[in-house]
């Protein structure tokens, strides 16, 4: 593969709710009676890439423990079109017998179902992990809406630890069966923006905060101010410096995916409360601050405008931020609008199940086509010829400060 990539998604969310009830988005969006259609839609819009998260919650029956049935049905009928998937094996849940994200026995046990999933099927060669870990924490133990349903500092500190534990341990086991493996991670790509002076404090520790998955992740030390902030609520030295080394050996097989969305960017009001600005930087911007602390190879891994009517014209937008930071020499691998179809009570973070069905996929949940899913089908056609990397970027990545990511990113491009 040696052109830009495009994608879309199957929105496959399943995190307990009100207090243990298991959403499945797959379910909700009728995924599951209408998965051959589905995967159909992807073949007609031009699309050769395919994020799609089998149901964990299900698969991992216990410890050591796993039921295939559906991935036996499914993949070999992906592959067959032509379609390469990129498998996300945790999407914001565990199965019940694992509790919740606090478990700290967890990550082992999802690194050997991870060895386990790349050893049924070789051919898969692209994961992600553990999805959006940052989010999965802010909104299981500090938001209390999923999951453990916890509302503190520590809370959050063990639930994204024990996830990035859980990508990192998960990668290597990976990695022993399929060398050539690479990780498009998926993490949000947000900023917050100062308001009033007096908020300058939070807005650091905010800002700081948005970097702690790939500082782990890549091996990049956190910040002072976070690292004292993970330090005081629970975080071991031991895992802290663990993670930081392990994810020093593994970042040569990682795309850092971003995920931006009309949220993605937030102010603080006096009392220090976040709320959105909408895209008053734009993505271009705030995914250069991501470019320039981790110098690693991109994808835009998820956007959508949560509504039918404007899905084109942010489409257009979004690839033009794509194309300009491209031009800048960032090595930007690849766009996805997600998902495929409608998604149910994101409106609401999945928070309450109400069945509200949220416009913002490229075609409704009876399969029929919104404007976006032409205008995504346009952009494929005029462009899936670009280079995966242009020019400027292979030029850009190599400087006395950064002399091997060159090599590194040539090892890490599918």
């Known amino acids: ?49 395919l994020r799609y998260g089998p149901p964990y919650y299900r ?17 070999p009928v992906m592959r067959d079109m032509g379609l390469t998937p990129i498998i996300d094996l945790c999407h914001f849940g565990v199965p019940d017998w694992v509790g919740d994200f606090q478990n700290t026995d967890w990550p082992a046990m999802f690194a050997r179902y991870a060895g386990a999933f790349a050893q049924r099927y070789p051919w898969v060669l692209h994961y992600t992990p553990v999805n959006e870990i940052l ?34 341990l998960a990668m290597s086991a990976i990695l022993e069966t399929a060398p050539d493996a690479v990780f498009f991670q998926s993490e949000t790509c947000e900023v917050f923006l ?12 905010k800002n700081a905060e948005r970097f702690i998955t790939y500082d782990f992740l890549y091996g990049r030390e956190p910040s002072g101010n ?73 994808m835009l891994t998820e956007t959508n405008c949560g509504h039918a009517e404007t899905g084109p014209d942010w489409l257009w937008k979004t690839w033009l931020c794509i194309e300009d930071m491209r031009r800048e020499g960032a090595p930007v691998l690849g766009f996805t609008w997600y998902s495929l179809q409608d998604q149910v009570d994101w409106d609401i973070k999945l928070e309450k199940i109400r069945g509200h069905v949220v416009d913002n996929g490229l075609f409704d949940l009876d399969r029929q086509p919104h404007p976006v899913a032409q ?14 990397v242009s020019a400027f970027a292979m030029g850009s990545m190599v400087g006395p400060e950064n002399e091997h990511t060159q090599i590194e990113l040539r090892s890490a491009l599918p």
Not at 59 to 75: A, C, I, K
Not at 141 to 165: F, T
Not at 378 to 386: A, F
């Open 59 to 75: 698969m991992h029956t216990g410890p050591d423990r796993y039921d295939w049935s559906f991935t036996d049905e499914v993949l």
């Open 135 to 168: 989010v999965c924490a802010r909104f299981s133990a500090a938001d209390g809406i999923w999951n453990e349903q916890l509302k503190s500092d520590k809370a959050m500190v063990r639930a994204h630890a024990n996830q990035c534990k859980a990508t990192l």
């Open 1 to 49: 593969m040696n052109t830009i990539i495009f994608a879309t998604g199957i929105e496959c969310s399943y995190p307990t709710v009100e207090g243990g009830k298991r959403r499945d988005q797959m379910a909700e969006t009728r995924h599951y009676e209408n998965w051959r259609r589905d995967l159909e839609l992807c073949v007609e819009l031009g699309l050769r890439f």
């Open 375 to 388: 205008a995504f089908k346009d952009l494929i056609t005029r462009y899936r010829n670009l280079p995966l």
């Open 194 to 205: 100062e308001e009033h002076p007096e908020t300058l404090h939070e807005i650091n520790l």
């Open 226 to 298: 976070m690292t004292l902030w993970l330090l005081d609520n629970g975080l071991s030295r031991e895992d802290f410096r663990w993670m930081l080394r392990q994810g020093s050996s593994t970042a040569q097989h990682c795309v850092m995916g971003l995920d931006y969305y009309w949220g993605s960017e937030q102010r603080l009001d006096r009392n220090g409360c976040p709320y959105s600005a909408g895209p008053t930087l734009g993505w271009h911007s705030v995914a250069s601050q991501y470019w320039r602390r981790y110098r690693r190879p991109m």
